[in-house]
């Protein structure tokens, strides 16, 4: 078709149809996305190629995942599946580095001496480059499994490899070791024999890294440095809170009422002294002690009409040598008309 004779209808048309077909509300969107890029580059050049682009509907996603790993699941996660891949989850984990991103380090991205672990921008999605400081039980596991590949694969210069050949996957050995440990397991679809994963998946550590700084009280620009977010709705998406943080929030809530309490001042008064002298004098004390001078206002004017403004302006008086009657006279003569 040419771009000229797309309008709207026909995209919806075009929508109904793949519904019909059976696709999901994602990927019509990403096809939806797609066309508008298309017309988007088209009204780019000099001249334009096409004339205008027309509004293309979005279908509305349900599919946000909402998974995060609690420690002592990641901990027995990684105890059952096989070496080369606890690197890799390792590093998925405390990092929130993508699964494409961790598979593509090597080991002279690390500087040993200053402790950090560096990505080029052409390994990140956002072709952004980024820093990883590596601490704690990150930098044991690096440094053993250092050990090992130089006496094993020393001319090996992928950090994630399975003997020696760069890791492109986990899905096999991340499947097993899930259902050993009760993370997931493959359900069949009701009314087909098609199996379908229901479980934990390995982006949900990218997930659990942000939701853990957060936790850690690291500040969210630093958190969203370390885990290459560029938009605050990903990155609130991914900040998940479970029931147990809305108990902590409850129980902060209590602690700070209970201090707010502790400093506050109860002042009794009666509704005699509320309208007797006696309230007066306590109001009139308290003033005084506080330092505070309260002073009514003054020189204000009661407001006028805008008629009566002009007419003060103007004096009324008698010309001189002039029988004009007076203002009184004229006043008098109507009233004794009437």
Known sequence: MR???????????????????????????????????????????????????PHVPMLEERNIRS???????????????????????????????????????????????????????????????????????????????????????????????????????????WRKACERVGLGKMVEVEGTKEKVWVGKIPHDFRRTAVRNMVRA?????????????????????????NEADLEQAAQSMTAYFERERAKMVTVTVTLGELGGESGSSLSREGAESSGEVVELARGIEPPTCGLQNRCSAIELRQPENIGLPTFPDIVSENLTTA
């Not at 509300?25 to 009204?43: D, H, P, S, Y």
């Not at 009280?217 to 809170?241: L, Q």
Request: glycine share 8%.
């Open 217 to 241: 009280g690291v500040p969210e620009k630093i958190a969203m440095a370390i885990s290459g977010h560029k938009t605050r709705s990903v990155f609130d998406r991914y900040n998940i809170v």
């Open 67 to 173: 998974g995060f790993f609690e420690h002592e699941d990641f901990l027995a996660l990684r105890g059952v599946l096989p070496d080369y891949a606890q690197v890799a989850t390792t590093l998925a984990y405390y990092s929130g580095m993508r699964t494409g991103e961790v598979f593509s380090l090597k080991w002279t991205q690390v500087n040993w001496s200053a402790g950090k672990l560096s990505l080029r921008a052409q390994d990140t999605k956002t072709e952004t480059p980024r820093v990883l400081y590596i601490t704690g039980d990150l930098l044991r596991v690096l440094m053993a499994w250092k050990q090992r590949c130089d006496q094993k694969w020393p001319q090996c210069p992928w950090i994630c490899h399975r003997g020696g050949i760069r890791l492109e996957s986990l899905k096999h050995s």
């Open 3 to 53: 771009a000229s004779a797309i309008t709207t209808d026909k995209i919806k048309a075009y929508i109904t149809n793949r519904q019909k077909a059976g696709a999901a509300n994602g990927t019509i969107n990403r096809e939806m996305g797609a066309l508008k890029r298309m017309f988007r580059l088209a009204l780019q050049h000099t001249p334009p190629k096409v004339a205008r682009a």
